[in-house]
């Protein structure tokens, strides 16, 4: 019977604690919201929402996801940029020699190079269709087929032309290629001539904005450089991304600089974005869209339109767009009850996932999961205030003591150099 007291005790203990720790774990977010999934094993992700973003760091660095049993889960923050970039490789040209209606070029990439996946060739000649083979290889010897089916061409017509010199292919690390550019059988009447080839690494990824709109706000009239101009302040809802604003213009035509700052501090506010405004009568009237340099979290912006002598244009309705933040995650085991993302405390470290670095290796398409409504944490406990804070009569008290402890020293001093004008001078100080 001890022993299952003792066992029962223990157990009590053991449970206690770990209460106490798992509400420790999460009273350091003031906020969180659930994420609702079908409850299967596997990849899932969604768009971090607006308010979520608004009280969480810049880099939502603070967020984290717990489980029903309070388990962290690793994620990754995905932000949904529209990319379009090439790098382009130092190669060196090599063994380029003609067989039959063919020719072939082969390039050194370098001892270890990056992910290559497009050539772009140049060959002699204009109004051809010419078959394109790529191959990659390690060590000049053991060839793989990276594409035997594609074609580039040029052709004139009107004094207009139209060529496409670049062929893609699956993402490599082969630091040898051999491009195999075959004659068009209808205009060459020989092998065609490989003046160039080149290598690069291309990524073109379509973007995903999040939009949401704001107030109108009222405006202010002001002289720009002299001339009538209006302004507005705008109010995003709270410190976010934000990339473009959208303005519905109810004018049929107009032409009106413009300029956008960031307005958090109106002391030092900086520009983002510059240009014209215009619309010509009779075309559609699609919304004004400006585009700033960068992404900016900020959140107050102000427009300033040049207006010269012309009315202030009446704008209907204003939008704000991001790239959006897609968070995803991977369930490892069933799940029944609804995930916690847990946010708002800005002093949290950066997580730093393994599972940040696997994002860009997925096989499937993650699978779209929902979030809930904002909820306050029930078990957040603040960080407490420092002691200067928590006590800040103290500091009253210790000025008021210092200020009483120099008005002695001073006193003292006063009374010593008194009483020794009023003795006079002595011997000593005649010799």
């Not at 205009?187 to 290598?199: E, G, L, W």
């Not at 600089?257 to 009568?281: C, K």
Request: with cysteine.
């Amino acid at each position: 019977m001890r022993t299952l007291r003792a066992v029962a005790l223990i157990g009590g203990f053991v449970t206690a604690a770990v209460v106490v720790v798992a509400q420790t774990q999460l009273s350091s977010w003031p906020f969180f919201v659930e994420t609702s999934t079908n409850g299967n094993p596997g990849i899932y992700q969604y768009t971090v929402p607006l308010q979520v973003m608004g009280q969480s760091r810049d880099d939502l660095g603070d967020l984290r996801l717990f489980d029903a049993e309070n388990h962290e889960i690793p994620y990754a923050i995905r932000v949904r940029k529209e990319v379009n970039e090439q790098k382009e490789f130092d190669v060196q040209v090599f063994n380029k020699v003609t067989a039959g209606s063919s020719t072939e070029a082969t390039i050194d990439l370098g001892e270890k190079p990056s992910e290559h996946n497009e050539v772009q060739i140049e060959t002699t000649g204009s109004d051809f269709r010419r078959r394109v083979t790529v191959e990659g290889s390690d060590s000049i010897g053991a060839w793989k087929t990276l594409r035997s089916d594609a074609v580039i061409f040029a052709f004139q017509s009107d004094g207009k032309s139209v060529e496409s010199n670049s062929v893609t292919y699956p993402a490599s690390r082969y630091r040898y290629l051999r491009v195999r550019v075959s004659a068009d059988e209808l205009s060459d009447h020989r092998a065609p001539d490989i003046t160039s080839v080149k290598a690069l690494m291309t990524v073109h990824e379509k973007g995903e904005l999040t939009t949401w709109g704001l107030n109108v706000p009222s405006y202010q009239l002001l002289r720009n450089q002299g001339a009538h101009a209006s302004s507005w302040i705008i109010d995003l809802g709270a410190r976010v991304p934000c990339e473009r604003l959208s303005l519905s213009i109810a004018e049929p035509s107009f032409y009106r600089p413009f300029l956008v700052e960031t307005f958090d501090d109106p002391q030092n506010p900086q520009l983002i974005a510059s240009g014209n405004l215009s619309r010509r009568t009779g075309d559609a009237n699609n919304p004004q869209v400006i585009v700033f340099d960068h992404e900016e979290h900020v959140r107050q912006l102000r427009l300033q339109i040049t207006d010269y002598s012309n009315p202030t244009l009446s704008i209907e309705a204003i939008e704000a767009s991001a790239p959006a933040r897609e968070l995803v995650f991977e369930l490892k085991r069933p799940q029944i009850v609804p995930l916690r993302l847990y946010f708002g405390n800005s002093k949290m470290p950066e997580p730093h996932y393994d599972f940040e670095k696997e994002l860009g290796r997925l096989k499937t398409a993650p699978v779209q999961s929902s979030v809930g409504d904002i909820k306050k944490n029930p078990v957040y406990t603040p960080e407490p205030l420092p002691f200067t804070e928590r006590v800040s009569w103290l500091i009253y008290v210790v000025l008021a003591a210092s200020s009483v402890a120099l008005g002695w020293i001073l006193f003292s001093l006063a009374r010593r150099t008194v009483g020794k004008e009023e003795e006079g001078p002595t011997v000593s100080d005649m010799l």
